[in-house]
């Protein structure tokens, strides 16, 4: 007698879920799920219709579950129980034949819906788009300004700030972006602005700008040429042609900010403005380590062969390069710069008066005058938020034998020890 076929009750259980489970994919909201669940219930049903188990009801919740769905419900212990005698080859095979038909039977609704997920999948569960680029302005910590070209070059050169970048909204200037290593690990990440003109109003134009363009920068560095104050003979004060003046604890003072008596005497009115402490801080380690010998800001003065012009004149040559004699100075060593620390001295006049000029270093201190620096410390200031700095390389002695052959190179030996500045101190967050 031939074996008797799978019970009507445990197909019409069967047959109720493969009935449902089209219905259930539209219920389910999340794109993804509801193509993963109608993958998973067409893998399932295609296995089952080969397999010789019984019905995988486990299979069937666990899809359901991960789907966010009631789990179906389970056959009556009745039919587990029928299911369970279903073990012989014959009533497995009518068993797997009437399956067979169900999936037949659903055939229909099963393509109907994967065509209607295949649609949601291409308008719907697009590829994740690439993140956007972070805004390069955001990150920006330090930034350096110039006044001149060949100070804007200099700065580009020695410090590898090769990107440009334009700042967008309704005050548009170009800047050069890039890293310089900081201690301890990681970038500084530097922008360079060039002024568009010299002198000191400009200057506080276009630092006032910079929390604008860039909101997280922490200091203001002016970078390039000017004037020195020499003291013959006095080793320790003696700025010559080629050496670096930064600015010292007593900061910049614009000497042309004055109250005038009818007798011509003058009371200078402009207030001290303090240099960024993190960056004195770094110059005493660097004067640390010159005195052990340690000049880092040496290995960046090859790079002013990169420039035009900006090899380094001979030791005995003046701002035009006609000859000049120095005294000894046993702290010098020949074909390099020194470096100095002190006041420097702003004003809007292009100082070429050396009585002036000696004044300036009688009274204030000062060993550089130049024509940007208080704009850049009044402007940080009045912001509150960036520190300033200023570094200077020295192209001659403000007075009648003003020239330019020391020009290029100054700048280059002002950004070589501004790199070795930055190195020397750590990132800001």
């Given amino acids: 007698m031939a074996p008797a076929g799978p019970p009507p009750e445990l197909l ?20 993804g799920r509801k193509l993963a669940f109608a993958q998973g219930a067409r893998e399932l049903l295609a296995s089952w219709d080969q397999s010789d188990a019984t019905p995988p009801v486990v299979a069937l919740t666990r899809l359901y579950t991960q789907a966010g769905l009631p789990p179906p419900s389970a056959p009556t212990p009745a039919q587990i129980a029928q299911a369970d005698a279903l073990r ?5 095979g009518r ?3 009437s399956l067979a038909d169900l999936i037949r039977l659903n055939q229909r609704a099963i393509s109907e819906v994967l065509a209607e997920l295949a649609q949601v999948a291409a308008e719907v569960i697009q590829p994740a788009a690439p993140a956007p680029a972070p805004d390069p302005a955001a990150v920006v910590r330090v930034v350096i300004v110039t006044a001149l070209p060949l100070e804007d070059a200099a700065v580009q050169v020695v410090l590898g700030l090769d990107t440009p970048w334009f700042s967008p909204g309704p005050v548009q200037r170009s800047y ?7 201690a301890g690990g990681g970038h500084h990440h530097v922008a360079l602005a060039t ?3 010299m002198a000191n109003n400009l200057a506080a134009v276009v630092t006032g700008h910079l929390a604008h363009h860039f909101p997280g920068h922490r200091r203001v ?5 000017a004037g020195g104050v020499p003291r013959p003979g006095e080793s320790e004060h003696d700025v010559r042609l080629g050496d670096v003046v930064y600015s010292g604890r007593g900061g910049v003072v614009q000497f042309d900010l004055v109250k005038e008596y009818p007798d011509a005497t003058r009371e200078h009115r402009h207030p001290p403005r303090a240099p960024d402490a993190r960056v004195l801080d770094a110059t005493r380690r660097l004067e640390a380590g010159r005195r052990l010998g340690k000049r880092p800001w040496e290995a960046f003065l090859p790079m002013a062969a990169q420039l035009e012009g900006a090899t380094r004149p001979a030791d005995d040559a003046d701002a035009r390069g006609e000859p000049i004699q120095y005294p000894p100075d046993p702290a010098r060593r020949p074909g390099l710069p020194r470096v100095f620390g002190a006041t420097i001295a702003a ?7 050396p009585a002036h000029r000696d004044y300036l270093g009688k009274t204030f201190g000062a060993k550089a005058v130049e024509m940007e620096g208080s704009g850049v410390a009044d402007a940080a200031w009045e912001d509150g938020r960036a520190g300033y700095f200023v570094v200077r390389g020295i192209c001659d002695y403000c007075d009648a034998k003003k020239g330019d052959v020391w020009q290029p190179y100054a700048a280059v030996a002002a950004a070589a020890y501004l790199r070795a500045l930055l190195e020397a101190m750590p990132a800001d967050a």
């Fill in 221 to 225: 560095i002016l970078c390039g040429i």
């Fill in 88 to 92: 012989g080859p014959a009533a497995l």
């Fill in 195 to 197: 002024l568009p003109d």
């Fill in 12 to 31: 019409a259980w069967l047959d109720a879920q493969l009935g449902r489970w089209a219905r259930d994919a539209a219920r389910i909201a999340d794109p």
């Fill in 176 to 182: 050069h972006l890039g890293r310089v290593s900081a």
């Fill in 95 to 97: 068993l797997r034949q």
């Fill in 347 to 353: 004003s809007n006049t292009l100082l070429k008066n």
